[in-house]
């Protein structure tokens, strides 16, 4: 919903785009802060998750995503674009705790070697919302409401949602993990050097990715691409976070311990499938367009799909082929013009699919009794989602839109770089 409120912020306060970005500052700003007490808290008096537990820390997140959200309503009351900004800041506080808990709970239900696959299979569910949320944003936002009030009845509704969701949360009957190693206080998981380079991973990573979705709209918009109107250019959007279910649906398979390669192959096959005609249907029901308009993205689902082949099932091989692909579609991007580099932008979604579920398993492997607090810290580092995008929109204020593309192009590099060597455990796995 991020991509999809900036330009409407942008619009109503007629700010730059560097200070639309700030939007992504706000937000992605209090995964830094949050996770940043966190940490404080976990190196002075112990892990926190040890003592409330994965579910009630998921509950609490949904409960304070839930306060952020509903404060939207006094915001559009009094409009003042700080409070805008406070609010999505509370969000972002809720979903620190959610994303601290839920990431590494996942990881633990079973075998550390199958750990990416759980994470890339929940983050697929996770990329269904990113998928279905531009679209109906778009829709409410710049179509169905008008003005100042575009965004009250939505935000109201996503509060009431969390609340729900917490409850059943907390009803629910979920499998108990408790760490039978001694929680020390300090901080021993920074001793891990495979760790460390993921944080960095995990910030270029988010940067990136937030980046080029939260300017696609007004890339869009440029005459010399597509020339469309916010509204039309929110179906791309959707498309591009799209992309991310659909490789996360087929990394989840990939990545798994099915040895019958055959039924792995078909069953990619089958989520890809799927997983296109719930995109191409969501966009239908919004615009009633016909499936021709989107066919030019198969194209990057058959490069998908060959990259997985590369990537042989290895979560750090997989990476760095779908990092080197980023690079590519950026590159193809910046230096064409028209629909060649509409979709080459978009289609980078796609290859992100997989990065956070690899990256953040990749990190957090034999961190032991560390686990928690080396997921909060990797949790830190989507700090990037706040800096990385008012880099680039300062940029697109210096040089364009079209040619501002370039900020994203080193973060897929490092991250290329962790897929081929930073994700190594070194003997004895800890920095000295």
């Known amino acids: 919903m991020n991509d999809i409120l900036i330009p409407h912020l942008k619009d109503i306060f007629e700010l730059s785009h560097f200070k639309a970005m700030m939007v992504q500052l706000a937000f992605f700003g209090a995964y830094f802060i949050g996770s940043l007490i966190y940490f404080l808290i976990s190196v002075n008096f112990g892990d926190p998750i040890n003592r409330i537990g994965y579910k009630n820390g998921m509950v609490w997140g949904l409960l304070l995503a839930a306060l952020g959200s509903a404060m939207f309503f006094p915001a559009t009351i009094v409009q003042e674009y700080w409070l805008y900004l406070t609010a999505l800041f509370i969000v972002g506080l809720g979903f620190v705790l959610l994303q601290i808990t839920a990431n590494p709970y996942i990881a633990i239900l079973g075998t550390e070697k199958t750990a990416s696959s759980r994470l890339n299979l929940a983050q697929g569910f996770n990329s269904l919302g990113t998928t279905i949320g531009p679209l109906i944003g778009g829709y409410l936002i710049f179509k169905y409401f008008a003005g100042n009030q575009a965004v009250k009845l939505p935000y109201l509704f996503f509060s009431i949602l969390f609340i729900i969701l917490a409850f059943i949360i907390k009803t629910a009957k979920l499998p108990r993990f408790s760490n039978p190693d001694i929680i020390e206080k300090g901080a021993g998981a920074l001793k891990f050097r495979h760790l460390v380079f993921g944080m960095i991973a995990i910030f270029m990573y988010v940067g990136g990715e937030v980046s080029i979705g939260s300017i696609m709209i ?21 498309i591009y976070w799209g992309g991310l279910m659909i490789g996360r649906f087929s990394g989840a398979i990939s990545l798994s311990k099915m040895s019958n390669t055959l039924k792995k192959q078909l069953l990619m096959l089958l989520s890809t499938l799927v997983t296109f ?26 490069l998908n799909y060959f990259a997985f082949i590369l990537g042989k099932s290895l979560p750090n091989r997989t990476l760095l082929v779908f990092a080197m692909m980023a ?9 064409t013009s028209g629909m060649v580099a509409l979709w080459s932008i978009v289609g980078i979604g796609i290859f992100n699919s997989i990065m956070w579920s690899n990256i953040f398993t990749l990190s957090i492997a034999g961190l032991g009794k560390y686990t928690s607090q080396g997921s909060s810290l990797l949790v830190m580092m989507i700090l990037g989602g706040a800096i990385i995008p008012v880099i680039q929109g300062a940029v697109a204020d210096s040089i364009g839109v079209h040619l501002s593309f370039i900020v994203p192009i080193a973060c897929y590099l490092y991250i290329a770089f962790y897929g081929w060597k930073g994700y190594k455990q070194i003997k004895h796995s800890k920095m000295k």
């Not at 007004?218 to 959707?238: D, M, R």
């Open 218 to 238: 007004s890339f869009i918009g440029l005459k010399e691409i597509a020339g469309l109107s916010e509204n039309e250019a929110s179906n791309f959007v959707s």
């Open 327 to 335: 690079i590519i579609l950026l590159i193809t991007g910046i230096s």
């Open 277 to 302: 005609f719930i995109i191409y249907f969501a966009i239908y029901l919004k615009s009633d367009i016909t499936l021709t308009y989107i066919l030019p993205f198969l194209i990057f689902i058959v």
